[in-house]
Protein backbone atom coordinates (compact mmCIF):
# COMPACT_ATOMS: atom_id res chain seq x y z
CA UNK A 1 0.00 0.00 0.00
CA UNK A 2 1.82 3.43 -0.63
CA UNK A 3 2.10 5.81 2.10
CA UNK A 4 2.37 9.77 1.86
CA UNK A 5 5.74 11.03 2.62
CA UNK A 6 7.45 13.53 4.40
CA UNK A 7 8.98 16.35 2.50
CA UNK A 8 11.89 17.50 4.37
CA UNK A 9 15.77 18.49 3.02
CA UNK A 10 16.44 21.41 0.81
CA UNK A 11 19.20 20.03 -1.19
CA UNK A 12 17.62 18.94 -4.67
CA UNK A 13 19.08 15.98 -6.31
CA UNK A 14 17.28 13.93 -8.27
CA UNK A 15 14.47 15.16 -10.91
CA UNK A 16 11.93 13.11 -12.43
CA UNK A 17 11.22 14.36 -15.56
CA UNK A 18 8.72 12.89 -18.32
CA UNK A 19 6.25 14.33 -21.09
CA UNK A 20 2.77 13.09 -21.46
CA UNK A 21 0.11 12.63 -23.60
CA UNK A 22 -3.83 10.87 -23.43
CA UNK A 23 -2.18 8.26 -21.52
CA UNK A 24 -5.23 7.61 -19.05
CA UNK A 25 -5.07 4.09 -19.15
CA UNK A 26 -2.20 3.32 -17.87
CA UNK A 27 -0.58 6.72 -16.19
CA UNK A 28 -1.83 5.23 -12.58
CA UNK A 29 -0.29 2.09 -13.02
CA UNK A 30 3.33 3.90 -14.29
CA UNK A 31 2.94 6.50 -11.48
CA UNK A 32 2.70 3.31 -8.97
CA UNK A 33 5.30 1.22 -9.99
CA UNK A 34 7.52 4.50 -9.99
CA UNK A 35 7.02 5.51 -6.32
CA UNK A 36 7.18 1.64 -5.33
CA UNK A 37 10.50 1.52 -6.73
CA UNK A 38 12.37 4.98 -6.25
CA UNK A 39 13.00 7.34 -3.36
CA UNK A 40 10.39 9.77 -4.32
CA UNK A 41 9.93 11.54 -1.32
CA UNK A 42 13.58 12.69 -1.71
CA UNK A 43 12.50 13.65 -5.56
CA UNK A 44 11.47 16.40 -7.85
CA UNK A 45 8.85 15.34 -10.75
CA UNK A 46 8.37 17.09 -13.07
CA UNK A 47 5.92 16.95 -16.06
CA UNK A 48 5.12 18.53 -19.63
CA UNK A 49 1.24 18.18 -20.62
CA UNK A 50 0.73 18.03 -24.44
CA UNK A 51 -2.65 19.19 -23.30
CA UNK A 52 -4.35 15.74 -22.78
CA UNK A 53 -8.00 15.88 -23.48
CA UNK A 54 -8.33 12.49 -20.98
CA UNK A 55 -7.79 13.87 -17.71
CA UNK A 56 -4.15 12.36 -17.93
CA UNK A 57 -2.71 16.04 -15.80
CA UNK A 58 -5.51 15.79 -13.39
CA UNK A 59 -4.22 11.82 -12.07
CA UNK A 60 -1.16 12.76 -12.12
CA UNK A 61 -1.80 15.44 -9.67
CA UNK A 62 -3.50 13.07 -7.52
CA UNK A 63 0.15 11.56 -6.84
CA UNK A 64 2.17 14.66 -5.88
CA UNK A 65 2.01 14.17 -1.88
CA UNK A 66 3.90 11.25 -2.99
CA UNK A 67 6.75 13.60 -3.86
CA UNK A 68 8.83 16.17 -2.35
CA UNK A 69 7.70 18.44 -5.62
CA UNK A 70 5.73 18.25 -8.02
CA UNK A 71 4.98 20.72 -11.33
CA UNK A 72 2.58 20.43 -13.81
CA UNK A 73 2.96 22.49 -16.88
CA UNK A 74 0.25 22.18 -20.12
CA UNK A 75 1.95 22.82 -23.64
CA UNK A 76 1.14 21.55 -27.30
CA UNK A 77 4.57 19.98 -28.24
CA UNK A 78 6.44 16.91 -29.27
CA UNK A 79 8.04 14.63 -26.96
CA UNK A 80 11.34 16.22 -27.31
CA UNK A 81 9.89 20.09 -26.61
CA UNK A 82 8.08 18.30 -23.86
CA UNK A 83 11.34 16.82 -22.40
CA UNK A 84 13.41 19.48 -22.47
CA UNK A 85 10.05 21.99 -21.19
CA UNK A 86 10.36 19.91 -18.29
CA UNK A 87 14.21 19.69 -18.00
CA UNK A 88 14.16 23.06 -18.12
CA UNK A 89 11.47 23.65 -15.26
CA UNK A 90 13.51 21.04 -13.09
CA UNK A 91 16.06 21.55 -10.14
CA UNK A 92 18.06 18.42 -10.20
CA UNK A 93 21.45 17.57 -10.60
CA UNK A 94 20.21 14.42 -12.04
CA UNK A 95 17.74 13.90 -14.67
CA UNK A 96 15.56 10.64 -14.35
CA UNK A 97 13.84 10.36 -17.79
CA UNK A 98 10.73 8.30 -17.43
CA UNK A 99 7.69 7.38 -19.40
CA UNK A 100 3.90 7.58 -18.13
CA UNK A 101 2.70 4.77 -20.34
CA UNK A 102 5.52 2.47 -19.36
CA UNK A 103 5.26 -0.10 -16.13
CA UNK A 104 8.64 0.09 -13.88
CA UNK A 105 10.28 -2.92 -12.26
CA UNK A 106 12.55 -4.03 -9.22
CA UNK A 107 14.99 -3.76 -12.19
CA UNK A 108 14.80 -0.19 -12.17
CA UNK A 109 15.07 0.59 -8.18
CA UNK A 110 18.75 -1.30 -8.71
CA UNK A 111 19.31 0.32 -11.40
CA UNK A 112 18.99 4.10 -9.72
CA UNK A 113 21.42 2.61 -6.84
CA UNK A 114 23.88 1.17 -9.29
CA UNK A 115 24.41 4.60 -11.11
CA UNK A 116 24.71 6.47 -7.75
CA UNK A 117 27.18 4.11 -6.45
CA UNK A 118 29.82 3.44 -9.59
CA UNK A 119 28.94 6.16 -12.59
CA UNK A 120 27.75 9.44 -11.25
CA UNK A 121 29.41 11.21 -13.81
CA UNK A 122 28.30 9.06 -16.84
CA UNK A 123 24.90 9.00 -18.58
CA UNK A 124 23.18 5.80 -18.48
CA UNK A 125 20.57 4.53 -20.62
CA UNK A 126 18.17 1.37 -20.18
CA UNK A 127 14.98 -0.28 -21.97
CA UNK A 128 12.70 2.22 -20.63
CA UNK A 129 14.32 4.81 -18.77
CA UNK A 130 17.52 6.71 -18.68
CA UNK A 131 19.60 9.12 -15.94
CA UNK A 132 21.50 12.25 -16.91
CA UNK A 133 24.09 14.60 -15.01
CA UNK A 134 22.41 18.20 -15.29
CA UNK A 135 25.71 19.50 -16.50
CA UNK A 136 25.97 16.91 -19.29
CA UNK A 137 22.11 17.68 -20.57
CA UNK A 138 23.76 21.57 -20.53
CA UNK A 139 26.73 20.58 -22.20
CA UNK A 140 25.22 19.02 -25.46
CA UNK A 141 21.60 21.68 -25.54
CA UNK A 142 19.01 19.15 -24.09
CA UNK A 143 16.25 17.71 -26.64
CA UNK A 144 15.33 18.92 -29.62
CA UNK A 145 11.78 19.33 -31.01
CA UNK A 146 11.83 15.73 -32.19
CA UNK A 147 8.18 13.72 -31.92
CA UNK A 148 10.23 10.28 -32.04
CA UNK A 149 13.71 9.83 -31.60
CA UNK A 150 14.58 12.72 -29.61
CA UNK A 151 16.22 10.34 -26.76
CA UNK A 152 18.22 8.69 -29.39
CA UNK A 153 19.29 12.75 -30.29
CA UNK A 154 20.44 13.73 -27.47
CA UNK A 155 22.11 10.23 -26.41
CA UNK A 156 24.50 10.25 -29.72
CA UNK A 157 25.34 14.05 -29.12
CA UNK A 158 26.66 12.57 -25.54
CA UNK A 159 28.25 9.54 -26.96
CA UNK A 160 30.27 12.58 -28.88
CA UNK A 161 32.14 13.77 -25.89
CA UNK A 162 32.19 10.18 -24.46
CA UNK A 163 30.01 10.85 -21.45
CA UNK A 164 27.17 7.54 -22.08
CA UNK A 165 26.94 4.42 -21.40
CA UNK A 166 24.20 1.63 -22.96
CA UNK A 167 22.79 -0.81 -21.03
CA UNK A 168 20.28 -4.07 -22.51
CA UNK A 169 19.07 -4.22 -18.86
CA UNK A 170 14.84 -3.51 -19.62
CA UNK A 171 13.64 -1.22 -16.51
CA UNK A 172 10.62 -1.19 -17.45
CA UNK A 173 7.18 -2.37 -19.73
CA UNK A 174 6.47 0.11 -22.46
CA UNK A 175 2.89 -0.05 -23.10
CA UNK A 176 2.78 2.35 -25.44
CA UNK A 177 -1.17 2.43 -25.50
CA UNK A 178 -1.76 4.98 -27.69
CA UNK A 179 0.74 5.16 -30.17
CA UNK A 180 -1.04 2.57 -32.59
CA UNK A 181 -2.99 3.45 -35.66
CA UNK A 182 -6.01 1.47 -34.45
CA UNK A 183 -6.24 4.38 -31.56
CA UNK A 184 -6.64 7.47 -33.88
CA UNK A 185 -9.98 7.45 -35.89
CA UNK A 186 -8.85 10.44 -37.87
CA UNK A 187 -6.93 9.51 -41.28
CA UNK A 188 -5.55 12.67 -41.62
CA UNK A 189 -4.12 12.73 -38.29
CA UNK A 190 -2.67 9.11 -39.02
CA UNK A 191 -1.14 9.87 -41.98
CA UNK A 192 0.28 13.54 -40.06
CA UNK A 193 1.98 11.10 -37.59
CA UNK A 194 3.28 9.37 -40.00
CA UNK A 195 4.97 12.30 -41.73
CA UNK A 196 6.14 13.46 -38.58
CA UNK A 197 7.81 9.81 -38.02
CA UNK A 198 9.57 9.84 -41.32
CA UNK A 199 10.59 13.36 -40.40
CA UNK A 200 12.48 12.41 -37.47
CA UNK A 201 13.81 9.53 -39.20
CA UNK A 202 15.70 12.11 -42.12
CA UNK A 203 16.39 14.48 -39.72
CA UNK A 204 18.56 11.77 -37.72
CA UNK A 205 19.59 10.30 -40.81
CA UNK A 206 20.28 13.45 -43.07
CA UNK A 207 18.79 11.09 -45.93
CA UNK A 208 19.45 12.97 -49.33
CA UNK A 209 16.42 13.42 -51.67
CA UNK A 210 18.37 11.24 -54.12
CA UNK A 211 18.39 8.20 -51.09
CA UNK A 212 14.71 8.67 -50.96
CA UNK A 213 13.98 8.61 -54.62
CA UNK A 214 16.46 4.88 -55.02
CA UNK A 215 14.81 3.58 -51.48
CA UNK A 216 11.75 3.32 -52.82
CA UNK A 217 12.64 2.13 -55.92
CA UNK A 218 10.83 4.91 -58.33
CA UNK A 219 7.21 4.20 -56.31
CA UNK A 220 5.79 7.56 -57.01
CA UNK A 221 3.42 7.83 -54.06
CA UNK A 222 6.05 6.64 -51.28
CA UNK A 223 9.36 9.02 -52.88
CA UNK A 224 6.82 11.76 -52.95
CA UNK A 225 5.88 10.97 -49.21
CA UNK A 226 9.68 10.46 -48.34
CA UNK A 227 10.40 13.60 -50.31
CA UNK A 228 8.15 15.55 -48.39
CA UNK A 229 9.44 14.46 -45.49
CA UNK A 230 13.28 15.30 -46.17
CA UNK A 231 12.21 18.98 -47.32
CA UNK A 232 10.34 18.52 -43.14
CA UNK A 233 13.35 17.81 -41.72
CA UNK A 234 15.63 20.01 -43.55
CA UNK A 235 13.80 23.00 -40.70
CA UNK A 236 15.03 21.13 -37.93
CA UNK A 237 18.68 22.55 -37.07
CA UNK A 238 21.03 21.00 -34.36
CA UNK A 239 20.11 17.20 -34.55
CA UNK A 240 22.53 14.48 -34.83
CA UNK A 241 23.86 13.25 -37.69
CA UNK A 242 24.31 9.68 -36.63
CA UNK A 243 25.71 8.66 -40.48
CA UNK A 244 28.61 10.73 -39.40
CA UNK A 245 29.06 9.15 -36.34
CA UNK A 246 31.43 5.61 -35.88
CA UNK A 247 29.44 2.55 -36.16
CA UNK A 248 30.59 0.70 -33.19
CA UNK A 249 29.73 3.80 -31.15
CA UNK A 250 26.85 1.80 -29.45
CA UNK A 251 28.90 -1.40 -28.76
CA UNK A 252 32.12 0.27 -27.85
CA UNK A 253 29.96 2.11 -24.48
CA UNK A 254 28.01 -1.07 -24.20
CA UNK A 255 27.94 -2.01 -20.09
CA UNK A 256 26.25 -5.19 -18.47
CA UNK A 257 25.30 -4.16 -15.55
CA UNK A 258 25.28 -6.76 -12.58
CA UNK A 259 21.71 -6.38 -11.81
CA UNK A 260 19.35 -9.22 -12.36
CA UNK A 261 16.74 -8.76 -14.34
CA UNK A 262 15.45 -9.27 -18.61
CA UNK A 263 17.51 -8.30 -20.91
CA UNK A 264 17.21 -6.48 -24.57
CA UNK A 265 18.22 -6.59 -27.93
CA UNK A 266 21.88 -5.64 -28.15
CA UNK A 267 21.69 -3.78 -31.30
CA UNK A 268 18.65 -2.79 -31.15
CA UNK A 269 20.03 1.12 -31.21
CA UNK A 270 22.81 0.90 -33.72
CA UNK A 271 20.26 -1.20 -35.73
CA UNK A 272 17.21 1.35 -35.27
CA UNK A 273 19.38 4.45 -36.21
CA UNK A 274 22.49 3.72 -38.10
CA UNK A 275 21.69 0.82 -41.13
CA UNK A 276 21.39 0.79 -44.41
CA UNK A 277 17.96 -0.74 -44.58
CA UNK A 278 15.28 0.66 -46.68
CA UNK A 279 13.10 3.05 -44.03
CA UNK A 280 9.71 1.58 -44.86
CA UNK A 281 10.68 -2.02 -43.27
CA UNK A 282 8.02 -5.25 -43.44
CA UNK A 283 9.24 -5.88 -39.76
CA UNK A 284 9.34 -3.50 -36.65
CA UNK A 285 10.64 -3.89 -33.27
CA UNK A 286 9.10 -4.82 -30.32
CA UNK A 287 8.41 -2.14 -28.28
CA UNK A 288 9.71 -3.50 -25.38
CA UNK A 289 13.19 -5.33 -25.63
CA UNK A 290 13.75 -4.41 -29.44
CA UNK A 291 13.19 -7.64 -30.75
CA UNK A 292 11.75 -7.66 -34.80
CA UNK A 293 7.94 -8.61 -34.79
CA UNK A 294 5.90 -8.66 -37.78
CA UNK A 295 3.99 -5.17 -38.64
CA UNK A 296 0.60 -6.71 -36.75
CA UNK A 297 2.00 -7.17 -33.39
CA UNK A 298 3.58 -4.93 -30.99
CA UNK A 299 5.24 -7.90 -28.79
CA UNK A 300 7.33 -10.68 -28.88
CA UNK A 301 6.27 -13.96 -27.56
CA UNK A 302 8.77 -13.77 -24.86
CA UNK A 303 7.98 -10.30 -23.44
CA UNK A 304 4.17 -11.72 -23.93
CA UNK A 305 5.16 -13.60 -21.00
CA UNK A 306 6.87 -11.45 -19.19
CA UNK A 307 3.64 -9.28 -19.70
CA UNK A 308 1.42 -12.31 -18.47
CA UNK A 309 4.05 -12.31 -15.26
CA UNK A 310 3.21 -9.07 -14.06
CA UNK A 311 -0.33 -9.11 -14.68
CA UNK A 312 -0.11 -6.89 -17.46
CA UNK A 313 -1.74 -8.54 -20.10
CA UNK A 314 -4.92 -5.96 -19.60
CA UNK A 315 -3.11 -2.32 -19.98
CA UNK A 316 -0.71 -3.64 -23.07
CA UNK A 317 -4.34 -4.28 -24.78
CA UNK A 318 -3.63 -8.23 -24.99
CA UNK A 319 -6.48 -10.82 -24.34
CA UNK A 320 -6.33 -12.46 -21.26
CA UNK A 321 -4.47 -16.01 -21.43
Known sequence: MLRAVTKTRDAQLYSICTTTYNCVQVVEKSLRSIIENANTSEMEFVVCDSESSDGTPQIIAKFSKFFRKMKITSRKSTRGEGRQIA?????????????????????????????????????????????????????????????????????????????????????????????????????????????????????????????????????PFLTLFDLIARIYASTMPGIVNVRELNRDIVDSNMIELPIEGYRGRESWWRWDFLSDTSIHSQVKDCIICGYPVCLSEKYCPKCVSILKEENLLQEAGLPPS
Open 87 to 219: FLNSTGQYIIRVDLDTIYNRSWREFLKWHAENLPTFAIETYGSGIFPRKLVQAVGGWKGLNTAEDVDLCFKLARIGRIKWSTLITGYNLALLRTWEKIPSWAERWRRELVLFRDFMAIHMITLRQCVIQQRYN
